[in-house]
């Protein structure tokens, strides 16, 4: 195959963000969190990114702050390094080189300059074994540092980082892991350990899950997998330690945290529920129910105003003191897997795809950003170990994005099958979806496909929804009753089947004109308004698994693609195959602005991607092993402006954008070299103010000063055209300050004038530096009369023939370049 | 932080038939008033002129009703034998009727003698109406003719021989004083000029026709004969424009509306359907007790007066919508002072306003459900008024406990009273197919727990035992509906060509045979405690 160097595939959506405790400054202005390979800095305020720190090669697994400067953060990543930010202004202070894999990190103000951190036994690299390593970081003003000094503390630690902590202003450490507790001290450098038994009487299980030290006092909060959470004291002498025992979570603790004085408790689990305990009265507790997932990280700011919780929906949730949620900052929402595909809304132009439990999340792709969720289910969510909930299985826009249709599923052991049909209208009014129509039960088995006609200028809109059942149902919008204060409702118009197989795709023409519906090897042809069976068409052996019909130029043709390697195009004028070919695709998709289709092959555990038109033999574009893994949905997203690349082989991603998700979840798309490139200069546009947060405000203000620069700089650069000088001249001043009209008139007059032809260039050359001399000049001082003006311009051009024997042209143009610069910087001042 | 999410509820689609606009005119009607007549009633016709009085031909009678009279204004009697068409004058003044003697009788409203008598027809004679020019009358009869009379001096001006069978319809114009058409049992409706000798058009309805209608722009015309009503464009040459099929019995009378906008037909299938003109489709139906001869509608349909072949006279008079509705008391509310407390306050400057958040209003079995009280959530939609009045309700928090997989935690427990309350309502609701799929699960559930103490309440196995049976009932109602429908399948396969196209299942077929399934479930459970 051809190497298409200026197409690539990158990664879009961002990283977790819930992998690992965030961290909130001492002022509550910004939090910290890991993110993939950098660290993200957040506003707590606005929820807005305001710095990415870049420069870990490997995933980030922890962020501390500096104990000894609050402004600075130390970050350790499985690279092998450690590095230090100033995160404010996001610059990379210092780089330690510890030499392995980095878990976690922690700190103390007890020990200065060391941090700890959390790496395999290094003897063999493959067990599961990892220690408590102290690490002296030398201080050297260099930016890259070897930290080679460490010295073991603790072995046989547990790489999650919420199973140590640092108690009592760093007098002692604790660790936690499986069924044994290991508090080390460091004045008496000895540890005392503490195990529990495997199992109660009850059965439930006694297994720590995360630590948390009281501040103040000398007591050990654990959580373990039962829901319990044990606050141990007195464990200084290992026999006479005492536990208390306080159990609220139904399953297990995920994080614990003390508020930084130690009057609170805070815990949180998979309920999803904050619970603020009282220290010393445990019986009272607070609770913060419904913060929409699981829990797997508690953290309190420094100075206990803010709480925030990460949940396992990748987000954060940021809470002031127990009371109110006061931001939210969410994003890609990742799920086990994604049944409803990928999807774009036609009137955002998001990416639509299953979110929450019971949620669909649209992500806007331009700003890379999670933009809502859209309740589908509508239901108390309980999360329960066992419990089967509602899953939205289906999801179809129509063209104009005005319909929204949703299938949400629950099957039950023992139970039949609950199925519901949704559809939602937009309103443009609270700008959302508004639930329309419930159906309950539209099949008896499950949906296997569901389109809209995607007829932009149809009056009625149809859905088609196909079951395992054997039948496909339409669906249409009934016209509203007169007494009904409601609105029209949709209901079932045709139910059709085709000798009892099952149907596993359908779709629509372009111009809603065909529905092609495929059963089992069978594709039947279907006329939308009569519900006629125009034609089968069958290739067999092997049940169609994609249908297509082919766009615009090609909209003559179908395309299947069946489980026994073919793909077959059928010519719909003839009623004949046009084509086929021998190719697994697992995944075929049309693009809705052009002709091109695109296929995905999987071969054994590489996908091929292949870009062609029905009416091509050549592919306009094939690549092997686009990534690893089996790519299980796709879709092409329209671009808002049009690319202009003129190579044969990007000029596919024209018009549209190609986005799909691998079975590891990852969101991929192809980029091109312009695009590329044209990001990166609207990235070097929107470098931000350090002091400021990147609000919305802040942004809209910003741009216009970008802007506002950019235009002065134009204006120095782009020569103007000779003559409008002076007719600006005439306009632009104030009338009370222009000399008189005779004296204008001659300026006038002269401007018009052409000069002769030898010296025309040069003479434009010095014009215009003349031009933006004057127009810097003006700024300067407002007031300045424009007598002087046609003099210097006279000059100017005497000056070219005239005054050259004293001094030389080049030497003229850096006398001036000089004085611009000078010229410049006093502007500067005078703005400011 | 979200807030709870109440149970959903729900929104069943209303059973039985949609209610539009023409439901809610046409129902707007009291209950008939009933007179008995002396025979058939053959004929009614309304007075062009206030007071609006009708003409009621039955036997040997012409009785005149006043608007909201039940006993005759007047009657004539000097009939030898049945009179037919009893009908007025566009003045009111004059009335004309035929009879069974073959003569044709004119009388003045007031007066109690006919006026006049027309004697020429030599058989029945069945039709009889002024024309337009108020000084003749057309008459159509038995003997295949049709004649025209002059009234004051009683003689004939002209007779049609132009049917070939019993003339048994007439509707003359109201714009041309000349023009009449006829309808008769020779299948044809024959349009008649006075000023030339023959007819100037003959349309063919297909059936002994049987009445006749002219629109109020006499652009179309109606024809009712066999089970057809047949509409014909008369500006095209008697063009038909549609055929309607709508009795299964022989349609014997045709009104329109007092706009012209609904077209009435009656039929001897006891049935009188109003079409929309529009697009003549069925908006409205009314039922009788007996074959219906001859219907009327009172100008401004302030009634509708039909007459049967029972001899009983059915009169509707509209509701009147002046009449004083029922108004319940209005709800006290609280005072004004109360409702405006603190609502205008201002602020001041350096106020800090702290918003008070909304609270969420939550339904008595949310609140319980919101606190996991799974029983008492239960409990509170079993009350009475919920599970009488609104059944889906309680369907729907049984569903939602069932979802959070503590349906059985709720159902157990109970004691005798709470168990019969909630088998009394799985018995009432049962059979309803919107509910039937969680209140199986929840009587398997119930039959499961409670297997051990079966026998030990009285009261409890008497409701298992009639679910029992209703079950029994139901399993062998479904068998016979499932035969019937294989029998229809089979009729359909038959008769349907051999095509390559696909049969469009029925739905219903297919939801009742998993009803039979899940009948038979429970039915198998609870004959296996019982046996």
């Given amino acids: 195959m051809v190497e298409y160097g200026d197409i690539r595939v990158v990664y879009r959506g961002g990283s977790k963000i819930n992998f690992r405790k965030p961290v909130i400054s001492n002022d509550s202005r910004f939090l910290l969190c890991a993110s993939g390979e950098s660290v993200k800095v957040f506003s707590s305020v606005t929820e807005e990114c305001v710095h990415e720190l870049r420069g870990h090669t490997g995933q980030v697994t922890g962020v501390l702050l500096r104990p000894s400067n609050h402004l600075q953060v130390y970050s350790c990543s499985t690279d092998g ?170 399953s297990a603790v995920s994080s614990l945290c003390f508020t930084p004085e130690g009057t609170n408790l805070l815990s949180g689990g998979v309920e999803s529920v904050l619970v603020q305990w009282r220290y010393n009265q445990e019986n009272q507790k607070d609770f913060l129910p419904r913060l929409g997932a699981a829990i797997t990280h508690v953290t309190v700011s420094p100075d206990g105003a803010l709480f925030s919780t990460s949940h396992s929906d990748n987000k954060i949730t940021i809470i002031q003191s127990c009371v109110k949620v006061s931001a939210v900052i969410q994003g890609l929402v990742k799920g086990e897997n994604v049944t409803t595909g990928l999807l774009v809304d036609p009137r955002s132009k998001a990416l639509v795809l299953n979110g929450r439990p019971g949620h669909l999340q649209f992500y806007s792709l331009q700003r890379d950003k999670l933009l809502f969720h859209l309740d589908i289910v509508q239901q108390e969510y309980i999360h329960e170990a066992g419990l089967e909930q509602f899953e939205v299985v289906r999801a179809a826009f129509d063209a104009s994005g005005l319909w929204l249709a949703t299938v949400e599923e629950r099957k039950q052991k023992s139970a039949e099958l609950e199925l519901n049909l949704k559809l939602w209208s937009f309103d443009e009014q609270t700008q959302s979806f508004v639930l329309n129509t419930t159906v309950s039960a539209p099949h008896e088995a499950r949906i296997t496909a569901m389109c809209f006609s995607q007829a932009a200028d149809s009056q009625t809109t149809t859905l088609v929804s196909a079951s395992r059942d054997g039948h496909f149902k339409a669906w249409q919008l009934g016209l509203p009753a007169h007494t009904d204060d409601e609105g029209p409702s949709w209901s079932c118009d045709f139910v059709g089947a085709y000798h009892g197989l099952v149907p596993r795709c359908c779709c629509f023409s372009a111009d809603g004109s065909l529905l092609a519906v495929g059963f089992q090897e069978v594709v039947t042809v279907w006329n939308p308004t009569s519900w006629e069976l125009l034609t089968t068409l069958s290739q067999p052996p092997g049940d169609v698994r994609n249908l297509c019909f082919g766009q615009l130029s090609c909209s003559k043709y179908l395309l299947g693609s069946n489980n026994k390697k073919m793909v077959c195009c059928w010519n719909l004028l ?54 690893s893994g089996r790519v299980i949905h796709a879709v092409f997203t329209p671009r808002e402006v049009m690319l202009e690349s003129s190579e044969e082989s990007s000029q596919w991603l024209n018009r549209s954008q190609l986005y799909f998700l691998t079975e590891f979840m990852d969101l991929l798309t192809f980029s091109t070299k312009a695009e590329e490139e044209k990001l990166m200069a609207s990235s070097k546009q929107l470098v931000i103010d350090d002091t400021v947060a990147m609000t919305p405000f802040y942004l809209l203000l910003g741009k216009h000063r970008h802007e506002h620069l950019g235009n002065e700089e134009s204006a120095e650069r782009t020569p103007l055209p000779q003559s409008s000088v002076a007719i600006k001249e005439l306009l632009q001043t104030p009338a009370h300050v222009l000399p008189a009209t005779s004296f204008l008139c001659s300026m006038f007059a002269k401007s018009l004038l052409i000069s002769v032809t030898e010296t025309r260039e040069e003479n434009k050359h010095v014009d215009e530096e003349m031009e933006s001399e004057k127009e810097e000049e003006d700024s300067d001082e407002e007031v300045e009369t424009k007598i002087s003006r046609p003099e210097q311009e006279a000059k100017g051009v005497q000056g070219g023939e005239s005054t050259a024997p004293t001094l030389t042209k080049t030497q003229v143009r850096e006398l001036r370049r000089v004085r611009k610069q000078d010229l410049s910087w006093i502007t500067g001042l005078l703005d400011s | 932080m979200a807030s709870f999410k109440p149970t959903q509820i729900p929104d069943l689609p209303k059973l039985g038939e949609k209610i539009t606009e023409d439901t809610l005119y046409w129902k707007n009607y009291k209950a008939p008033v009933q007179i008995k007549e002396f025979g058939a009633v053959s004929n009614i016709d309304f007075s062009p002129v206030s007071p609006h009085n009708f003409a009621v031909t039955a036997f040997t009678r012409i ?94 001006l002209t007779a049609y021989q132009e049917h070939t069978d019993y003339v048994r319809c007439g509707v003359t114009s109201k714009l041309n004083r000349d023009l009449f058409i006829t309808g008769s049992y020779d299948h044809t409706l024959r349009v008649f000029d006075s000023r030339t000798e023959k007819s100037v058009m003959t349309m063919d309805h297909g059936q002994p026709v049987e009445s006749l209608l002219l629109y109020p722009s006499e652009g179309l015309l109606v024809s009712a004969g066999g089970r057809y009503v047949k509409v014909w464009d008369l500006l095209k040459g008697g063009q038909p424009l549609v055929s309607l099929k709508n009795h299964h019995k022989t349609v014997t009378c045709l009104a329109l509306n007092s706009s012209g906008q609904r077209l009435l037909s009656a039929s001897l299938d006891r049935h009188v359907k109003v079409y929309n003109t529009t697009n003549y489709k069925v908006v409205h139906n009314f039922d009788y007790a007996a074959a219906i001869l001859s219907l009327g509608l009172a100008p401004d349909d302030e009634s509708i007066v039909v007459g049967m072949t029972n001899s009983i006279l059915s009169i509707k008079h509209r509701k009147n919508l002046e009449e004083p509705k029922e108004t319940s008391k209005p709800r006290r509310r609280p005072s004004y002072r109360v409702f405006m407390k603190g609502k205008n306050f201002v602020p001041k400057q350096d106020d800090y306003f702290v918003s008070k958040p909304a609270r969420q209003h939550l339904a008595k079995y949310d609140k319980q459900l919101k606190r996991f009280n799974v029983s008492k959530a239960l409990d509170t939609a079993l009350e009475a008024w919920l599970r009488r009045k609104k059944p889906e309700v309680t369907v729907a928090v049984i569903k939602e406990l069932d979802r959070r997989g503590t349906l059985k935690n709720a159902l157990a427990g109970r004691d005798e009273e709470q168990l019969s309350r909630l088998l009394c309502f799985v018995i009432g609701n049962f059979f309803d197919t919107r509910f039937t799929p969680v209140l199986a699960t929840t009587a398997e559930i119930v039959l499961d727990i409670y297997q051990c103490v079966i026998g030990q309440s009285a009261v409890i196995d008497r409701h298992l035992i009639h679910l029992q049976k209703l079950l029994e009932k139901e399993i062998y109602y479904q068998k016979d509906l499932m035969e019937i429908l294989g029998m229809l399948d089979t009729m359909f396969a038959f008769s349907l060509l051999r095509k390559e196209t696909a049969v469009a299942g029925l739905p219903e077929c297919h939801t009742a045979a998993a009803n039979v399934e899940i009948f038979k479930i429970v039915f198998e459970q609870s004959t296996c405690l019982y046996t």
């Fill in chain 1, 81 to 250: 390094t450690v590095r230090l930010w100033d995160f404010t202004d996001g610059i990379l202070v210092r780089t330690y080189v510890v030499g392995y894999p980095v878990y976690s990190i922690y700190a103390s103000l007890n020990h200065k300059e060391v941090v700890f951190i959390v790496t395999p036994v290094q003897s063999d690299k493959r067990t599961e074994l990892f220690q408590l390593v102290a690490v002296n970081l030398p201080q050297t003003p260099d930016q890259l540092v070897e930290a080679r000094d460490l010295s073991a503390v603790l072995s046989d630690v547990s790489s999650n980082p919420s199973t140590i902590a640092f108690g009592r202003g760093g007098e002692y450490l604790a660790s936690v892991n499986n069924l044994k507790m290991e508090i080390y001290f460091f004045k008496k450098n000895k540890s005392y350990s503490f195990s529990l038994r495997e199992y109660t009487k009850n059965g439930g299980k006694n297994t720590f899950t995360c630590i948390a030290c009281h501040p103040k006092d000398d007591c050990v909060a654990t959580g373990h997998d039962d829901g319990k959470i044990r606050l141990w004291r007195n464990f200084k002498q290992k026999k006479e330690y005492t536990y208390s025992t306080l159990h609220w979570h139904h």
């Fill in chain 2, 63 to 156: 009785h005149i009703y006043g608007p909201f009279s039940q006993e005759p204004v007047k009657t004539f009697t000097r009939f030898k034998d049945t009179a037919y068409c009893g009908r007025f004058r566009s003045d009111g003044q004059l009335l004309v009727a035929g009879c069974e003697d073959s003569v044709v009788r004119l009388y003045d409203v007031g007066g109690k003698a006919a006026l006049r008598m027309y004697k020429g027809h030599t058989k029945a004679v069945h039709v009889a109406d002024f024309t337009t020019g108020r000084y003749q009358i057309l008459t159509a009869s038995d003997d295949y003719t049709c004649r025209l009379w002059d009234i004051p001096n009683a003689v004939e």
């Fill in chain 1, 574 to 627: 003839t009623c004949s195959l046009e084509w086929s070919t021998s190719m697994d695709v697992s995944l075929l998709l049309v693009d809705s602005r052009s002709e091109n289709m695109a296929a995905f092959c999987c071969q054994d555990g590489s996908t091929d991607l292949f870009v062609f038109k029905p009416s091509e033999p050549r592919p306009l574009f094939s690549q092997k092993a686009v990534c």
